[in-house]
């Protein structure tokens, strides 16, 4: 199955309600297979099958965010860019995911920090 590739872009607009032409890319993942938990550290761990997505991802002009949904229908979602530019081990096919989780209770209060200095609320 080709799984390859940016799913989304959001742009933001500026205080006149025009298109700003600052962006964030989403890649969406769906399922159980995606993210494991290591019980003794209470860590999610993301691993990637091919490492042309990290290449591919950190080569984007914007920002990736990465966003999983579960099984039981939990979504997290995390700056992956970000965390790629300042990992150690770059040739590693997994990475920490410190998502945080987004659900109806925290929609109302969470947001996404962009570089650009802009910001999304959920």
Known sequence: MFDYGIDGEVEFKDNDGKPSGQKIYVQLKNGDSYLRQRKHEQKYIFDFKNLRHLT????????????????????RWMNVTAYLKTRRNKQSKQITFDGEKLDAPASGTCAIAISSGHTLML
């Open 56 to 75: 591919y991802w950190t080569a984007q002009p914007c920002d990736v965010y990465l966003v999983i949904r579960d099984s039981a229908e939990t979504i």
